[in-house]
Nanobody, 116 residues
Framework: QVQLVESGGGLVQAGGSLRLSCAAS????????MGWYRQAPGKQRELVAT???????NYADSVKGRFAISRDNSANTVYLQMNSLKPEDTAVYYC??????????WGQGTQVTVSS
């Protein structure tokens, strides 16, 4: 099984920044796509951003222009740079990894809290 370990969450003021990291136990060059989801209390998980093996990113409309997803293949790590954070960004953020012919793997989540 692939292990994904998120880190970098925390408490920040509105307008601040955080960078989340997701370290994978397998070579992320083998992934079809990696991404970040988030889930706020009482809400469904929503897709935040994805990045393909070729490096093509996609973002939810709510974070476009503020968040940036990137990957460091040599470190088997995916990042989510979050700028201009808003209280509505408060959620548990989950890293995902999709491997061909395999299930999607999920990290344990990291809490991001943005105070106003």
């Amino acid at each position: 099984q692939v292990q994904l370990v998120e880190s970098g969450g925390g408490l920040v003021q509105a307008g601040g920044s955080l960078r989340l990291s997701c370290a994978a136990s397998r070579n992320i060059l083998s992934t079809r796509v990696m991404g970040w989801y988030r889930q706020a209390p009482g809400k469904q998980r929503e897709l935040v951003a994805t990045i393909t093996s070729g490096g093509s990113p996609n973002y939810a409309d709510s974070v476009k222009g503020r968040f940036a997803i990137s990957r460091d293949n040599s470190a088997n790590t995916v990042y989510l740079q979050m700028n201009s954070l808003k209280p509505e960004d408060t959620a548990v953020y989950y890293c995902t990894a999709d491997y061909p012919l395999r299930n999607r793997y999920w990290g344990q989540g990291t809490q991001v809290t943005v105070s106003s």
